[in-house]
């Protein structure tokens, strides 16, 4: 969900730069027919649109289309970090109150937010909050946290933390619920990227496939900002690592990419809970399904369409496996004069709900004017 990263906040706290790897499979080319394709697709519905004081990152959207947004931030600061909206007035809440949304540099960040970067709401109505805490904070008090709500009630069900499992060189940023198994999966865009595997009965996660083909950012790569390479406001190349995630509507696969390449991949879900398997014997059960979009966030519908923000074209592609297991795409929805940077997904009563970030528009040296605010959008699926 995304996935997910201001990212003007977060994501140029994980913007960060790691070893070389061995290279992973070169870009396929062939895309011209997604590129620049003009208005495609069922049109944008503005459910809420945000200034300065809310840069838009995640969203997470109920059963009942309660609609819930994170602002996660670089700096710790005054503004809400997670709200819900009301979808029929637009009001604002703070979530799951003020106090939350209060930060307290002397309080132990177990009922308080700090950066809150990514919500997802899971097949028996929960809503879960990733909050990646902050880099420069004391990560042994105030470590990224990973809470799950009851929605009837407000009330927090239960706590993860990461200690002893990332550092403030990681950037946890995307996860999804698995119910089936009673498993999280995160993604980490920091370090050298990797998979999060988190027990939610044991409370237990580990870091796996750390700075795997499949997690690290091929380094020949570039996100593409028109025909300029994306810079970090020092001047550096942007190098996202682990980014986008997706769950099968079984449980049984896990797709996920680096943000700054062009690949795509899988896992099953069996062997990420497998904690017999070696590191190498894991690798091996990765499957590589070939090239697509630059996208950040990654979510996948019930008929197992995998849906994902073409960054570098500001439209959002659907994809589908073909019968060898690659990846064929199409423009799913595009308009030119509303979207920007589709970042965050979530999907209920049949509709794709997408948050535009804005990010190349505020993260990033290459100073491109703001293009519009920014929006929460829903689109109709169309199956």
């Known amino acids: 969900m995304a996935t997910t990263t201001s990212k003007a906040g977060a994501a140029i706290g994980f913007l960060l730069a790691a070893g070389v790897l061995a290279a992973a499979p070169a870009v396929a080319q062939g895309f011209a027919d997604i590129q620049n394709p003009g208005k495609v697709g069922p049109p944008l519905e503005t459910v809420k649109t945000f200034g300065d004081d809310f840069r838009l990152v995640g969203i997470g959207v109920s059963r009942e289309g309660r609609v819930f947004a994170t602002a996660p931030a670089s700096q710790v600061r005054s503004h809400f970090s997670m709200i819900e909206v009301d979808p029929k007035t637009g009001a604002v809440t703070p979530y799951p109150d003020a106090a939350w949304n209060t930060f307290n540099a002397q309080g132990d960040g177990k009922s308080q937010w700090i950066s809150v970067q990514a919500l997802w709401v899971d097949k028996s109505d929960h809503l879960w909050a990733l909050d990646s805490s902050l880099p420069k ?7 990224p946290k990973l809470v799950e709500f009851d929605l009837a009630s407000n009330k927090v069900i239960r706590q993860y933390d990461f200690n002893g499992v990332v550092s403030a060189k990681d950037a946890l940023n995307d996860l999804r619920i698995d119910t089936v198994h009673d498993y999280a999966y ?49 001047g550096s190349v942007v190098a996202i690592h682990a980014d986008g995630i997706a769950l099968s509507p079984d449980a ?14 899988r896992v099953p879900t069996s062997a990420l809970r497998d904690t017999k398997l070696s590191d190498a014997e894991l690798a091996k059960k990765v499957e590589f399904l070939g090239t697509s979009v630059l996208s950040g966030g990654l979510i996948m519908d019930s008929s197992g369409t995998l849906y994902g923000g073409d960054l570098e074209h500001r439209t959002v592609a659907a994809m589908t496996l073909t019968p060898d297991k690659k990846l064929d795409t199409k423009v799913f929805v595009s308009d030119p004069t509303k979207l920007s940077w589709a970042d965050g997904f979530a999907i209920s009563g049949g509709y794709l709900y997408i948050s535009d970030s804005h990010l190349w ?13 920014f929006t929460i959008f829903k689109v109709k699926l169309l199956h």
């Open 137 to 143: 904070l004391d990560q042994d008090r105030l470590p």
């Open 186 to 234: 995160l993604t980490n865009a920091g370090n050298k990227g990797s998979l999060v595997v988190l027990d939610l009965k044991t409370g237990k996660a580990r870091q796996v496939l750390v700075g795997d083909r499949s997690t690290f950012a091929e380094p020949s790569q570039h996100l593409m900002i028109g025909k300029e390479i994306a810079l970090r406001p020092d």
């Open 252 to 265: 049984q696969w896990l797709y996920y990419r680096p943000l700054t390449d062009h690949n795509y991949w």
């Open 361 to 373: 528009e505020i993260a990033f040296k290459n100073n491109l004017p703001r293009s519009g605010p």
